[in-house]
């Protein structure tokens, strides 16, 4: 229950009090501090509290954006002050200091420093983060004189905050296609979703659910499933845009949209690629290594996003002239989107994607969009390295620790390390690089069968784990956990390609969609602040090293005793992943973000 406590004396035909009840607040009315103090007293234990000055003029939409954000421990605006349960004690501190010292008169009342102000600034200068929206043409006042409210509502009454409410639903920073030809009607389905009540989370769901029934659609291998596919693919992304929107638009951010959020739009690709599959396969055409090559490719680029963003997020004079470069480009309008184009970011992936399906075959759909991936891959890394060889700064122990998690060694790697340490004289995405090369290389060339693969294996798992035995501050070293994820994914798709029973590249199919989901998971912890999944949990799925040794091992045995080996292997993985990826996206320690970062 959230609780409002409107301070000082009333102020006639002020609708304070009504707009917090529509923001869904419990209003109360206190005359000063000591008696707003009693009544937080009385207010329940859990819950948001917010205090409001009588005299505030402002937008609706100003007060929700100051006081009802669930992401945030306590927010403000001029006039109002908000905080949820971590931080009420703080409040109540300051409060009671504020009732114990006279009413403040002359030139502080003048200046408009009301009593939900001073608080704000108490709780401030206590170490509580107050979060300050950007108001932009929103007002959010405390006018003193009868002159000074009237010229207010007037400034209240210019600006049409429902149309800023609206335009603000939209992701700030996004791709062409989203920005030009989904974001201009989708914000009006989130509004309509919102005046009926629906969640974000029920709209995020509704995405998936036509995301699944478009892969059901393409692997029907008839010509009206691949055109209903497409439809029903971008239909999925208009959904998928107004999931975030709306929360944007109705400040409805939990744990558990965080999750779905986060996780969903890869199970949709995904999912997509398995029915593009399926349907060619119903053609005659065999595509599964093509699918699962797309999978491995945007998964590593990803990879190599997040790996980068963590890496360089928060350290030390992190500047450099390809930085500059950058900021320059972003300066001229049509450069801008360019650049976001080339990307292939989700919104041009799925378009070309559902136009391919449509019009092509799986095949073709796959080779372009292999192709359109890899040249985006090529054009983000190369332009990263560059940031990362002509920057000057030091990396933080937050940005070695995220690269350390990211990179998922397990128990082998954790019993070598120590004893690997003195050797450790290469950069360590050298030794990554070296350990990924001969494993994929030797599993390449080698005949299907042999024991080449086990033993680049073993190999592999002394490279990478020197590769981590010392902290990952270096310049480059962001690389290795997208170097550790191309070994890992590129042998089992090579190992499934070479396997004589079809059914083998299905298996790796979903073994590789299973250990994905345990990176992904990882990375939405790590961004939301939480820290990466436990240390049990890593070691139960044998960390990046233990499963290229188990794969390659499995791969010695008949080829239909490997397809099983990787079917067993795929739901142990997802099995034990999903358990404690939803205990802890439904747990109240889960960050209540939205992704608001690049578009993926």
């Known amino acids: 229950m959230s609780t409002a406590i409107v301070t000082g004396q009333p102020v006639p035909g002020s609708p304070i009090e009504g707009e917090l009840r529509t923001l869904g607040f419990d209003v109360r009315t206190a005359s000063d501090a ?74 502080a009342v003048r200046t408009g420093t009301g009593l939900p102000d001073r608080l704000a600034g108490a709780l401030q200068a206590e170490g509580v983060a107050v979060h300050r929206p950007e108001l932009g043409a929103l007002v959010a006042r405390v006018p003193l004189a009868p002159q000074e409210r009237s010229e207010a509502r007037q400034a209240v009454a210019a600006v049409d905050d ?51 029934i478009a892969a059901g659609c393409a692997a029907t291998g008839t010509r009206a499933g691949f055109v209903a596919a497409g439809l029903l693919l971008l239909f999925s992304f208009v959904l998928d845009c107004t999931d975030g929107q709306l929360a944007r638009y109705s400040l409805r951010y939990s744990t558990l949209g965080a999750w779905l959020d986060a996780t969903f739009d890869r199970a949709k690709e995904y999912a997509y690629y398995a029915g593009l599959a399926l349907g060619a396969a119903r053609g005659g055409d ?6 699962l090559g797309a999978m491995v490719l945007q998964t590593c680029r990803h990879v190599v996003d997040f790996s980068f963003n963590e890496a360089n997020h928060d350290a030390e004079a992190n500047t450099s002239p390809t930085a500059a470069l950058s900021g ?17 970011p989700i919104g041009e992936r799925w378009a070309l994607i559902a136009v391919l399906t449509a019009v092509t075959t799986p095949r073709i759909t796959f080779v372009v969009l292999l192709t359109g991936c890899a040249l985006a891959a090529a054009y ?68 299907a069968g042999s024991a080449g693969p086990l033993l680049a294996a073993v190999a592999y798992v002394l490279c990478s784990s020197l590769a981590v035995s010392r902290p990952l501050t270096g310049a480059l070293d962001w690389l290795v956990p997208p170097f550790f994820r191309a070994a890992e994914y590129g042998v089992i798709l090579l190992l499934a390609a070479r396997a004589e029973d079809s059914g083998a590249l299905p298996a790796a199919f979903g073994l590789v969609a299973a250990v994905a989901y345990h990176h992904y998971d990882t990375v939405y912890r790590i961004r939301g602040g939480s820290g990466a999944p436990p240390r049990a949990l890593v070691r139960a799925t044998g960390g990046h090293e233990g499963r290229v040794l188990l794969v390659t091992a499995a791969s010695l045995l008949a080829a239909s005793g490997f397809t099983v080996a990787l079917t067993v292997l795929a739901v142990v993985v997802a099995l034990v992943v999903l358990a404690e990826s939803i205990r802890f996206w439904v747990s109240a320690g889960a960050p209540a973000v939205h992704d608001e970062g690049e578009p993926a």
Not at 59 to 64: D, E, K, N, P, S
Not at 286 to 291: I, K, M
Not at 328 to 344: A, H, K, P
């Open 34 to 107: 000591a008696e707003a103090a009693a009544l937080l007293r009385t207010v329940p234990a859990t819950g948001r509290v917010a205090l409001v000055d009588a005299g505030f003029v402002g937008h609706l939409h100003a007060l929700r954006l100051g006081l009802t954000d669930p992401r945030f421990p306590a927010g403000a605006v001029p006039g109002a002050v908000t905080v949820q349960d971590a931080s009420r004690a703080a409040l109540t501190r300051a409060l009671e200091a504020e009732a114990g010292r006279p009413a403040p008169g002359g030139a």
């Open 162 to 212: 429902e149309a800023i409410r609206l335009r603000t639903a939209v992701k700030s920073r996004d791709g062409f296609f989203t920005t030009y030809c989904i974001s201009p009607y989708s914000r009006y389905l989130a509004r309509w979703c919102a005046r009926r009540g629906l969640t974000p989370n029920q709209v995020t769901t509704a995405s998936l659910v036509t995301a699944l």
């Open 328 to 344: 320059r480009l972003d300066s001229v309008g049509w450069t801008v989107w360019l650049r976001r184009m080339i990307v292939l």
């Open 286 to 291: 065999d595509v599964w290594a093509l699918a």
């Open 380 to 447: 983000t890394t190369a332009g990263r390295l560059l940031r990362s060889l002509t920057r000057k700064g030091k990396r933080t122990d937050r940005a070695a620790q995220a690269l350390a998690d990211l990179a998922d060694s397990g128990p082998l790697a954790e019993a070598l390390t120590p004893r690997l340490r003195p050797f450790a004289k290469l950069p360590a995405p050298a030794v990554a690089a070296l350990g990924g090369v001969i494993l994929v290389a030797v599993t390449a060339l080698t005949p």
